[in-house]
């Protein structure tokens, strides 16, 4: 079968390094993919964004199956494009309609869902521009710290955790007035902040089964001890101690059956991943956020971990036939640290060359913002590669992603020293 993996991040490159495995494959594109997966498949000069293109290639190529990595195409409703093509139709899309996709695409709409069908998340309210006085007496009510949503895509960034009334009042007003995150902050999400230890959990089902991916803790934060500004992610360790036996049980019996039984309730059929955002809360599970898509950089340290043919579940995903599906799981961990420009999450660096690669030898490497350009390899994006060290144990896991992190060179390097540490601690 010919595949079309949509995306030009790590995330992409991870499923690609995966399904190129798969005796099922006959030849792989990825559009408009980056220098890493240049090396797996063929890369398509094609935006994510731009569906047409899209549909042109899946006809020019015989492509059999469509994986859409990113949110954004999701949102816009590429799936639903797609199936409007007469010749398309017997195409296997892996990913949902843009009705599945407005379980990330609006956090109001998943809020509103998670209370409709009893899947355990925080306290919120909305507020729009035109309701900001009452956003406003609704935060003196409420216990600090608070967290605020800007309710749209807004990359990863658009969440911020108010430790005063003060800074969360601010914050509310250059949401919804000064509309710090485009219009993805037109509404806001105020919710309850919820103590205990974040975890994610990937569902992959066909809407009417289901499995569970290996479970991940991604890192938030710029800086070590997760301190300073939301990021795209850092880093991210799978698995996970605390993502225990009895643990995932009860993810499986309140949150996972509930949110699948309210989307074929809500006549949503839903082909693809679901992305859970939990917090770990004295034992029980809630819901922080759902995704529409696998995350990253948590893709860069499940994919080493699935031994079965990947390549055949997707296609069972698209062709309704999971029921009866085993996925084989690695005992082994995997450690991913993410090393991105100078200046990132703000205005970063562009155009560094990047050096040592050649030299990195017990991690997996894959790309996340990078370009070619005149035969060298060079920054292009805010993230740009992440380092997967994969181990029997924990701690030489760590090392090889750590170690690969520090081999590799360029202008304003960064990257978090702390990953996977605070799960090394971690006692169950």
């Known amino acids: 079968m010919n595949v079309l993996i949509l995306g030009s991040g790590g995330r992409e490159h991870a499923f690609a390094w995966k399904i190129s495995q798969s005796p099922v494959l006959n030849q792989l594109f990825i559009a ?55 010749d398309l139709r017997h195409v296997g899309i892996v990913g949902p309609g843009a009705d599945g996709a407005q379980l990330e695409g609006s956090k109001d709409f998943s809020k509103n869902f998670m209370h409709k069908y009893g899947v355990p998340t925080a306290a919120s309210e909305t507020f ?12 003196e009510a409420q216990s600090l710290p608070i967290v605020l949503k800007a309710d749209g895509l807004a990359a990863g960034k658009g969440v911020i955790i108010a430790q005063s009334l003060a800074e969360a009042k601010s ?4 949401m919804l007035l000064d509309a710090k995150f485009g219009a993805a902050s037109d509404k806001v999400v105020i919710e309850q902040f919820l103590r205990g230890i974040e975890l994610s959990v ?11 991916l290996p479970e991940a803790k991604d890192y938030k934060r710029i800086g070590d001890n997760d301190e300073g500004l939301n990021t795209g992610g850092m880093g991210a360790v799978s698995p996970v101690p605390f993502a225990t036996e009895s643990f995932m049980n009860l993810v499986e019996r309140k949150v996972i059956k509930p949110t699948l039984e309210g989307l074929k309730a809500e006549g949503i059929r ?11 809360h004295e034992g029980e599970p809630y819901v922080i956020e759902y995704n529409a898509r696998m995350g990253d950089p948590e893709t860069e340290v499940v994919m080493p971990r699935i031994e079965s043919d990947f390549l055949s579940l997707l296609i069972a995903v698209a062709q309704v036939q999971l029921k009866g599906q085993t996925l084989q799981i690695s005992d082994q961990f995997a450690v991913t640290t993410m090393v991105v420009a100078g200046g990132y999450p703000e205005e970063y660096r562009k155009g560094d ?4 690669l050649a030299q990195v030898e017990e991690a997996l490497i894959f790309h996340a913002g990078t370009k070619e350009e005149d035969g060298q390899i060079k920054t292009q994006g805010g993230r740009v590669m992440a380092f997967t060290g994969t181990s029997n144990t924990l701690e030489n896991a760590i090392q090889k992603s750590q170690k690969a992190a520090l081999t590799v060179k360029f202008e304003g390097k960064n990257f978090r020293r702390d990953i996977g540490l605070d799960v090394l601690r971690y006692k169950v």
């Open 32 to 86: 408009p993919g980056n220098p890493g997966t240049a090396s797996l498949g063929t890369n398509l000069s094609i935006s994510v964004n731009d569906f047409e293109a899209i549909a042109q290639a899946v006809r020019s190529y015989d492509i059999g199956l469509v994986l859409v990595g990113p949110e954004e195409p999701l949102v816009r409703g590429i799936r639903n494009f797609l199936e409007s093509q007469e």
């Open 128 to 139: 729009t521009k035109d309701t900001i006085d009452a956003g406003l007496a609704y935060l």
């Open 171 to 174: 914050a509310l007003k250059e």
């Open 202 to 212: 990937f569902v992959l089902t066909d809407g009417e089964d289901f499995v569970v």
């Open 270 to 280: 839903y082909q693809g991943f679901i992305f859970i955002g939990l917090m770990n």
């Open 353 to 356: 060359v990047i050096t040592n």
